[in-house]
């Protein structure tokens, strides 16, 4: 008799984001280590698969894309359809009717914002909370309530939900904390799957003289202290996946793995986004980060948890403050905890698995 478990991973792997991909993938690679059968829950929805190309082709809204960049993203779009394709998938279902699929030993909810009840399209949908999962077990790694404010409180109708799971754990703060104040028990703090699992990454690009921006919807101020600094470093500035019209160069149609390989030879990255911040740490890249408000809980997390929260750049930022930001690599306090909290997280998923 097969030892092989069948685990099924549900998290948003269809979303148009470089960080939604490669945590999904990160995630399937690294729990298949083991030598378990492991595969995506391939949910669909029609309303939700036109909200994703609504956003994709107007990222930066309210402010509205040119219909030049159009065809680049369209190239986007399709990139991520068969980057997606050719991760294990289950066999495709309904979103909102889910009943059928499983006979999985363990489900594992996460990592993405899975429990974020403000996700424009994806928030409070009953699926990333157990309903309609048939396996033995269900437990979250790496869940996110994203910019849902733990102060806000779980209702009592999600609250329940999450006490079926068999273990609990999350990738942020905000999370810890919105669990803790509702359930009354502390999840584990974990790594997302693109630091947990950075071996999945594809090897750096050929470095190159250039400065990564990840992201869009920049305050000018820090667009202005990138630029200059590039300058000074007598770099390119280039803008990955989105556009920003400060940046020397748009490069909005590049699929996946090519986007993370870049970053990975890239002189230093800029960022607004979750997921710029862990590239930038998995490919041990300088960095400066400025979150949005829609980001922040995640951003400053991510950094606090690192010992990395001087990455945060302020709006009375120096020249000399950039290049000690954009000059060095995460400091060795920084790959210090990096390394704790990635055996910390080995443990939860080793126990948690095995319960």
């Given at each position: 008799?097969?030892?092989?478990?069948?685990?099924?991973?549900?998290?948003?792997?269809?979303?148009?984001?470089?960080?939604?991909?490669?945590?999904?993938?990160?995630?399937?690679?690294?729990?298949?280590?083991?030598?378990?059968?492991?595969?995506?829950?391939?949910?669909?929805?029609?309303?939700?698969?036109?909200?994703?190309?609504?956003?994709?082709?107007?990222?930066?809204?309210?402010?509205?894309?040119?219909?030049?960049?159009?065809?680049?993203?369209?190239?986007?779009?399709?990139?991520?359809?068969?980057?997606?394709?050719?991760?294990?998938?289950?066999?495709?279902?309904?979103?909102?009717?889910?009943?059928?699929?499983?006979?999985?030993?363990?489900?594992?909810?996460?990592?993405?914002?899975?429990?974020?009840?403000?996700?424009?399209?994806?928030?409070?949908?009953?699926?990333?909370?157990?309903?309609?999962?048939?396996?033995?077990?269900?437990?979250?790694?790496?869940?996110?309530?994203?910019?849902?404010?733990?102060?806000?409180?779980?209702?009592?109708?999600?609250?329940?939900?999450?006490?079926?799971?068999?273990?609990?754990?999350?990738?942020?703060?905000?999370?810890?904390?919105?669990?803790?104040?509702?359930?009354?028990?502390?999840?584990?703090?974990?790594?997302?799957?693109?630091?947990?699992?950075?071996?999945?990454?594809?090897?750096?690009?050929?470095?190159?003289?250039?400065?990564?921006?990840?992201?869009?919807?920049?305050?000018?101020?820090?667009?202005?202290?990138?630029?200059?600094?590039?300058?000074?470093?007598g770099c390119s500035v280039v803008s990955l996946g989105y556009r920003n019209d400060w940046a020397d160069e748009q490069v909005i149609a590049?699929?996946?793995?090519?986007?993370?390989?870049?970053?990975?030879?890239?002189?230093?990255?800029?960022?607004?986004?979750?997921?710029?911040?862990?590239?930038?740490?998995?490919?041990?890249?300088?960095?400066?980060?400025?979150?949005?408000?829609?980001?922040?809980?995640?951003?400053?997390?991510?950094?606090?948890?690192?010992?990395?929260?001087d990455r945060l750049v302020p709006p009375e930022v120096s020249n000399?403050?950039?290049?000690?930001?954009?000059?060095?690599?995460?400091?060795?306090?920084?790959?210090?905890?990096?390394?704790?909290?990635?055996?910390?997280?080995?443990?939860?998923?080793?126990?948690?698995?095995?319960?």
């Amino acid at each position: 008799m097969s030892d092989r478990r069948r685990i099924g991973v549900l998290t948003f792997h269809r979303s148009i984001n470089y960080g939604s991909y490669w945590q999904a993938r990160a995630l399937v690679e690294g729990l298949g280590r083991g030598g378990d059968d492991v595969e995506l829950l391939d949910h669909d929805s029609p309303a939700i698969r036109r909200a994703e190309l609504r956003c994709a082709f107007q990222p930066l809204l309210p402010a509205r894309s040119p219909r030049s960049d159009f065809p680049a993203y369209a190239q986007k779009v399709r990139s991520f359809v068969d980057a997606v394709d050719r991760l294990p998938r289950s066999q495709c279902f309904d979103l909102d009717r889910p009943d059928g699929v499983g006979g999985y030993d363990v489900v594992v909810v996460g990592s993405d914002e899975v429990w974020n009840f403000h996700h424009p399209w994806l928030g409070g949908k009953p699926l990333f909370f157990g309903d309609g999962v048939q396996a033995e077990r269900i437990l979250s790694y790496a869940a996110s309530f994203g910019n849902y404010d733990a102060q806000a409180g779980i209702d009592g109708y999600w609250a329940e939900k999450l006490t079926r799971f068999a273990a609990l754990s999350v990738r942020d703060e905000n999370s810890r904390r919105a669990i803790e104040t509702s359930l009354g028990t502390s999840p584990a703090l974990v790594l997302d799957p693109v630091l947990q699992f950075a071996g999945a990454l594809p090897a750096p690009a050929a470095d190159r003289d250039e400065l990564i921006v990840y992201g869009h919807s920049f305050p000018a101020w820090f667009g202005d202290a990138v630029g200059r600094w590039a300058e000074r470093a007598g770099c390119s500035v280039v803008s990955l996946g989105y556009r920003n019209d400060w940046a020397d160069e748009q490069v909005i149609a590049i699929d996946p793995v090519a986007f993370a390989a870049r970053i990975g030879g890239a002189r230093a990255v800029a960022t607004n986004f979750f997921h710029g911040c862990a590239f930038a740490m998995a490919y041990r890249r300088p960095l400066a980060a400025v979150p949005s408000s829609y980001r922040l809980n995640k951003v400053t997390s991510l950094l606090d948890t690192l010992r990395a929260g001087d990455r945060l750049v302020p709006p009375e930022v120096s020249n000399g403050e950039m290049d000690a930001l954009l000059g060095a690599p995460p400091s060795d306090a920084t790959m210090e905890a990096l390394d704790e909290l990635r055996i910390r997280s080995a443990q939860f998923l080793d126990e948690a698995l095995a319960a």
